[in-house]
């Protein structure tokens, strides 16, 4: 089955710098990538996806990116902000036959220094 | 527009009970997910419904159950629960199936004593 699965369990970066969170997939299944936050006491947020036939998909003060060949992806945040102190995940979708799989990696968590 | 809501919260039960929780999804979505999230598992899939239909399911033991009504309210029962079961519970909604853009709750901390 697919698996998802983060380098670093956790980021920390000083206020203004960038901050870049990886993640790594072991099948090539999955149709599309999708960036969730999750802050302390709240449920996962969306933030951005990407389908597997795209490299690079750019949003508010995010960036993220897909290399097939390595089967990684990840997470670029611009000016990171104190806001931006989260535990972050990707996840894998697969679509079959219309069902949706969504398989969440573990969490990377990104510390903000101000 | 109201967000997901799932209640209770909070919830403490004992070994061998059975629990039940609540999921509203945002007004028109017709997808409801449930995910279990442990720090151990971390995120895992439960069951995904669709149109009241189970359409696909994850690797949880048959304790585990759901349903759909046909408002999309969504229901998840745990049937004799186990210390381990302790976890956040989260539901997610999406206005279609397999729809990428998924909405989630604040999810419900299940506790077992």
């Known amino acids: 089955g697919e698996s998802v699965g983060l380098h670093l369990p956790t980021l920390s970066v000083q206020e203004g710098d960038n901050s870049i969170i990886n993640c790594a997939y072991s099948?090539?299944?999955?149709?599309?990538f999708i960036w969730y936050k999750q802050e302390s006491g709240k449920g996962p947020q969306f933030i951005i996806d990407?389908?597997?036939?795209?490299d690079k998909r750019q949003g508010q003060r995010v960036t993220v990116l897909l290399n097939k060949t390595v089967k990684h992806l990840s997470l670029q945040i611009a000016a990171t902000q104190p806001g931006d102190s989260a535990v972050y995940f990707c996840?894998?979708?697969?679509?079959?036959?219309?069902?949706?799989?969504?398989?969440f990696g573990s969490g990377t968590r990104l510390q903000v220094q101000p | 527009k109201a967000g997901v809501t799932q209640t209770p919260r909070y919830l403490i039960k004992t070994r061998g009970q059975q629990v039940t929780l609540s999921c509203s999804p945002i007004?028109?979505?017709?997808?409801v997910s449930w995910y279990q999230q442990t720090p151990g598992q971390g995120l895992q899939f439960l069951f995904e419904?669709?149109?009241?239909?189970?359409?696909n399911k994850g690797n949880f033991p048959g304790r585990f159950s759901g349903r759909q009504f046909s408002n999309s309210r969504s229901e998840m029962n745990v049937s004799t629960l186990e210390l381990g079961d302790s976890a956040l519970y989260l539901c997610?909604?999406?206005?279609?199936?397999?729809?990428?853009?998924?909405?989630f709750g604040q999810g419900t901390r299940l506790t077992v004593v």
């Open positions: 997610a909604s999406s206005a279609g199936q397999g729809d990428s853009l998924a909405f």
């Open positions: 099948n090539s299944a999955s149709d599309y």
């Open positions: 990407i389908r597997s036939n795209m």
């Open positions: 996840a894998g979708v697969r679509r079959d036959t219309g069902r949706r799989a969504l398989t």
């Open positions: 007004s028109g979505h017709r997808s």
């Open positions: 419904y669709f149109s009241e239909t189970q359409r």
